[in-house]
């Protein structure tokens, strides 16, 4: 009697043991996270493109504030993403009305025959999960030459954004020579490289 209860509780044992398993196996497949893919678009309220420059001996900064365009992303195949931007030149600002006029005019940024700034990547190389090195052209001026941006790419922290799900942090710093795009006036005051930040909000379109 007692070897036909021993028989009898594990046919009764054995299904769920398989049941049991089968439910330990589906579970991780259904809780791991889905990798994004899709396009992401600038944040025109939360973007902004810093440039920096020594005059001198002191260190001075600037902005242009209106910058729109476009993040194609899969986190499955990040080397696959592809960057399209423009920044309208009439937008910047240093704080500093005579040298936000010298800056917009010919000899600068030409605002009237070069009203945009535009940059495309050609190339990406991932550093890690959330860094880059990005090859592309900038235009400036209406003069193109290769650039590479080191590119940071992570998960929003921003509160007000705490509705928009899925949302990006952008960083992306460059450096270029002024004198390339035929900015050359001032050069005993003037350092030629300009150090370039740009800080974005990329939302999910």
């Given amino acids: 009697m007692m070897?036909?209860?021993v028989r009898r509780a594990r046919s009764i044992a054995q299904p769920r043991c398989v049941a049991l398993v089968s439910l330990l196996l589906v579970l991780p497949l259904a809780a791991a996270p889905t990798a994004q893919a899709g396009r992401y678009q600038f944040d025109q309220r939360k973007t902004e493109v810093q440039f920096i420059f020594k005059m001198a001996y002191s260190t001075q900064r600037g902005r242009f504030t209106k910058?729109?365009?476009?993040l194609d992303y899969d986190d499955a195949a990040p080397e696959k993403a592809k960057i399209n931007a423009s920044i309208m030149t009439a937008s910047l600002t240093t704080g500093e009305s005579l040298v936000d006029n010298e800056l917009n005019g010919k000899a600068?940024?030409?605002?009237?025959?070069?009203?945009?700034?535009a940059f495309k990547s050609l190339a990406v190389k991932p550093r890690s999960a959330t860094q880059a090195e990005v090859a592309g052209e900038i235009t400036v001026n209406g003069i193109t030459k290769p650039v590479v941006l080191s590119v940071s790419l992570e998960p929003h922290d921003d509160p007000a954004l705490k509705y928009d799900a899925g949302s990006r942090k952008f960083v992306a710093t460059t450096r270029i020579q002024r004198s390339a795009f035929n900015m050359t006036d001032y050069q005993s005051m003037v350092d030629d490289d300009i150090d370039i930040e740009i800080n974005a909000i990329m939302r999910p379109r």
């Fill in 67 to 70: 910058v729109s365009g476009t």
């Fill in 108 to 117: 600068f940024f030409n605002v009237e025959a070069s009203p945009t700034i």
């Fill in 3 to 5: 070897s036909m209860g």
